[in-house]
């Protein structure tokens, strides 16, 4: 993958690959497209402080969570229909995480499915569970979650319904994958997401009691919901508006994420996505307490550009662009950001999903 030089490249090369369709399912966000569009312009309100004069020559960008190092604070954020982008699906996302010492969740509604993509890998998997039956269901899909080794679970709770997407819609996506149905247990598609209308906070102490694996709860959007989450027992809070694809005119997720880390009070790790897609970005939200940050959009571009190889490269520039962004900030250890190294700051680009992307920008509209 040495023609990817940037992320620009692979950005640019993803949207030469993919149909128009599938760009814009990737790509794309709920109804007007405010909270996606809120996610970058709430990044791009944020300005560095950098310190100087300063031996930098060791900068570390390693960070332990889930009591596993990793290379960088960076995961791959699950997501479904993963063989839209490349054929190999969430296997091929699962193999360039651990090539690249990160950690990969695996979505319910990923292909190959639970036990193939642990059998192909042998990084470090969190498996991300939609509810799509009833609790016998929800157990037996937990009980094959534990058997192939996977070392936590995460519980997506912002899809109590499915979003409009709109792009989507008029577009005409359906999104068929073989096999999908009989890898989740012989489901009915057409009446799966009622389940995820009925789930309470109930559901983690369920999971936690089948599994004895570390619960991460996905989709806190404010302080209150994070100190419920932690009452019933969850490991990790993870913020996140779901890429701006579920709740239409929310806040970015680097918005709330202050006052959810100040909510947990450091009783739990503190995960975060929602348009990270620079490693500016990310050393952003560890200033601001987050403990990892989520990778969406990028992983499927980098997936469609160039497959496995294509999202490995994409790990290895964004580590790149931490280690530099770390240097001249004047650290070595992502313990020593904090806040200190921020300030608020008015945006130079329109709110765009892809204005951390300025060769994209001048080369076509979206």
């Not at 620009?8 to 369709?21: E, F, G, H, M, N």
């Not at 947990?264 to 940050?293: M, N, P, Q, W, Y």
């Not at 700051?345 to 979206?366: G, I, N, Y």
Request: glycine letters at 10%; one cysteine or more; aromatic letters at 6%.
């Amino acid at each position: 993958m040495a023609e990817f030089a940037t992320l620009q490249d692979i950005v640019l090369a993803a949207k030469r690959k993919l149909s128009p369709t599938n760009w814009d399912y990737l790509t794309g966000g709920s109804d007007s497209e405010t909270t996606l569009k809120r996610n970058r312009a709430a990044l791009d309100s944020i300005a560095f402080r950098p310190r100087v004069f300063r031996d930098v020559s060791q900068a570390d960008a390693s960070r332990e969570y889930l009591g596993q190092k990793f290379s960088i604070p960076v995961f791959m954020a699950p997501i479904g229909s993963l063989t839209l982008l490349d054929p190999g699906g969430a296997l091929s996302v699962a193999k360039a995480a651990a090539k690249s010492e990160v950690m990969s969740m695996v979505s319910t509604v990923s292909m190959p499915g639970i036990e193939a993509t642990a059998e192909g890998s042998d990084g470090y998997l969190v498996f991300q569970l939609y509810v799509r039956g009833d609790m016998d269901w929800v157990d037996g899909i937990m009980d094959r979650v534990k058997a192939a080794d996977y070392k936590a679970v995460t519980i997506t709770v912002d899809t109590a319904s499915y979003s409009r997407r709109e792009r989507d819609l008029v577009n005409r996506l359906v999104k068929r994958e073989p096999g999908k149905w009989a890898a989740l247990g012989g489901i009915d598609p057409l009446r799966e997401r009622r389940h995820q209308a009925k789930l309470t906070w109930d559901l983690i102490a369920r999971i936690k009691d089948r599994t004895r694996l570390p619960v991460i709860v996905k989709g806190i959007a404010t302080p209150e919901d994070a100190k419920l989450a932690l009452e019933h027992g969850a490991d990790v809070i993870y913020v996140s508006n779901h890429g701006g694809r579920q709740l239409d005119h929310g806040l970015g997720s680097i918005q709330v994420l202050p006052e959810i880390v100040e909510a947990v009070g450091g009783k739990a790790e503190v995960f975060v996505d929602g348009g990270f897609v620079r490693g500016s970005d990310v050393l952003k939200a560890i200033a601001l307490g987050a403990t990892a940050v989520g990778i969406a959009k990028l992983q499927g571009w980098a997936l469609a550009a160039g497959g496995e190889a294509g999202l490995a490269r994409a790990i290895e520039l964004i580590h790149e662009e931490i280690r530099v962004c770390m240097m001249l900030l004047g650290i070595t250890s992502l313990d020593e950001l904090d806040g200190s190294y921020l300030h608020p700051t008015q945006p130079v680009t329109p709110p765009h999903p892809l204005s951390a992307f300025p060769l994209f920008m001048e080369k076509h509209k979206w």
